[in-house]
C-alpha cells in the first residue's frame, strides 16, 4: 500500500528544520509522497505577526525550499479553501484524492500530546494513522510513551520519528532574519526570495529610531512574559539617571534594548555571535545562556545604531566589569531591582539605589555571587572582576 506524509504549519518562513523533518520522515516512514500543505489561517494561533507575508508568499518560499527534493509534494489546498485552516479538513481532502494510500499525518511533541483538543480528532483517526516527531528528551518520553499506549490501546496507529534537526522555530527565524543572521538555516534560494521581496524587516532601517517608534519594534522582538520587566527596567533606568545625572535617553534607550536578544537560546546566541564575528572566552562559550547582554549589545549597535555608552551599558547589564561608568551601573541596578521583580532583599537594594548607587551595584554582584555559589554554578571572571574593584571603594552594607 502507498504511505503518504501530510506535513502542515504556517512555514512563516521554511526553514532547515522543517525540511530536515520532512526528508527524515520520507526516509523513516517509506513515504512515497510528503505533502507540504502551508495553512492559510492556523486554528491555534490567534494571527500570523504583523509583518508576515502572504499566503501566497509564504506557499512561494515553501515551494523554492522543497525545490530539489522529488518526494516532497507543496501544495497549496488549504490557502485555497482559505478561512481557518483544520486539519480533519485537509485530511478528508487527501483521502478523497488518494483512497488507497494509508495516509501519516505528521506532527511535533506538543501537538500530539495535545491531539484530544484538535477540532474533530476522531475524523483525523478515521483517515490518517500518526507520525510524531521527538527528539528523545528525557523529560519528554514518559509523556509521549503514556499517549502513545493509550491510543494504540484504541486501535489508532502511531509511529515515532526521530527527529535529529537543529531546534529552532520560525518564531526564532524571524529574530534572526531582523538581526541579520538567519542565513545558514535557511534552504537555498529562501533567503534571497525574502530580500528581493523586503520580507521579514530585512530591508528595514532601525538605527536612531525615536523612543515611540522603537518601542513596539523591540517589543514585536522579546517574548511576551519578558515585556513588562523590560518596560519597567526602562523606566526605572530613566529615574536613576535622573538621580544621578546621568544621561536620560541613554538611560531609556539602554533599559529598552538592554534584553533585545534575550528571547535567542543558547546554541543561536552562538551563532549570532559567530555572525558577527566576535571571539568568545571559554566561559561565554561553556555558558551560552549568559551571552543575551553581549549579543544584545552587538544588535543595539549594528542594527538600531545605538552609541558606545548605550553598547557598554547592555554589554555589562548581567555581569558588571571593573571601572563600571554610570550608565552601566545604572542599567546593572535597574534590571536587578525593576517594579516586577520580588525576592529577598529586592526592597534594599531598591533604597540603595536612590541613595548610594555604588552600594547597590555592590550588593546586586554580592547576591548574585552568592546565588551562583549556593547553586555550585561558575561565577563570570567579569563580575569577579567587577566585585572586587567596588570592595577597594565601598563597604558592605548587606544590613
Known amino acids: 500500500m502507498e504511505r503518504i506524509g501530510i506535513y502542515g504549519g504556517t512555514f512563516n518562513p521554511p526553514h532547515i528544520g522543517h525540511l530536515q523533518a520532512a526528508k527524515q520522515a520520507v526516509k523513516a516512514l517509506g513515504l512515497s509522497k510528503l505533502l507540504l500543505i502551508p495553512a492559510y489561517a492556523p486554528p491555534h ?143 537555498e534560494g529562501v533567503l534571497d526570495y525574502i530580500r528581493e521581496n523586503r520580507l521579514y524587516d530585512t530591508r528595514s532601517d532601525w538605527k536612531s529610531l525615536p523612543m515611540d517608534k522603537l518601542e513596539p519594534i523591540v517589543i514585536s522582538l522579546l517574548n511576551p512574559n519578558r515585556v513588562a520587566h523590560v518596560l519597567g527596567c526602562r523606566d526605572t533606568a530613566v529615574a536613576l539617571a535622573k538621580r544621578w545625572g546621568a544621561d536620560v535617553t541613554d538611560a531609556a534607550r539602554a533599559g529598552l534594548l538592554h534584553d533585545i536578544t534575550k528571547a535567542i537560546d543558547g546554541p543561536l546566541q552562538l551563532t549570532l555571535c559567530d555572525a558577527y564575528g566576535k571571539l568568545l572566552d571559554d566561559f561565554s562559550k561553556r555558558y551560552p545562556r549568559t551571552l543575551h547582554a553581549l549579543t544584545g549589545s552587538m544588535v543595539a549597535q549594528r542594527i538600531f545604531g545605538e552609541n558606545e555608552n548605550v553598547v557598554s551599558a547592555i554589554e555589562f547589564h548581567t555581569t558588571g566589569r571593573a571601572n563600571m561608568t554610570l550608565l552601566e551601573k545604572i542599567i546593572y541596578v535597574a534590571d536587578y531591582m525593576e517594579p516586577n521583580r520580588n525576592f529577598p532583599g529586592v526592597e534594599r537594594l531598591r533604597e540603595l539605589a536612590f541613595s548610594d548607587i555604588d552600594a547597590a551595584l555592590k550588593l546586586g554582584l554580592e547576591m548574585t555571587l552568592e546565588h551562583l555559589n549556593e547553586q555550585g554554578a561558575e561565577v563570570s571572571p567579569a563580575s569577579r572582576s567587577a566585585l572586587a574593584w567596588l570592595n577597594r571603594s565601598v563597604p558592605s552594607r548587606k544590613d
Open 45 to 187: 494561533k490567534a494571527a500570523l505577526p504583523a509583518n508576515s507575508p502572504t499566503a501566497q508568499q509564504r506557499l512561494q518560499m515553501l515551494r523554492i525550499a522543497a525545490a530539489n527534493c522529488p518526494e516532497i509534494v507543496v501544495s497549496d489546498m488549504e490557502l485555497r479553501r482559505e478561512g481557518v485552516s483544520y486539519t480533519f479538513e485537509t485530511v478528508r481532502s487527501v483521502k478523497n484524492q488518494y483512497p488507497d494510500a494509508e495516509l501519516v499525518l505528521l506532527m511535533g511533541t506538543d501537538m500530539f500530546l495535545t491531539f484530544d483538543s484538535w477540532m474533530h480528532p476522531e475524523e483525523i483517526l478515521k483517515n490518517a494513522s500518526l507520525g510524531v516527531f521527538y527528539r528523545g528528551d528525557k523529560g519528554e518520553q514518559p509523556a509521549i510513551a503514556a499517549k502513545k499506549a493509550e491510543m494504540e490501546e484504541k486501535g489508532v496507529r502511531i509511529y515515532l520519528v526521530r527527529n535529529d534537526v537543529i531546534p529552532i522555530s520560525s518564531t526564532q527565524m524571524r529574530r534572526l532574519l531582523a538581526f541579520r543572521c538567519a542565513g545558514e538555516f535557511l534552504p
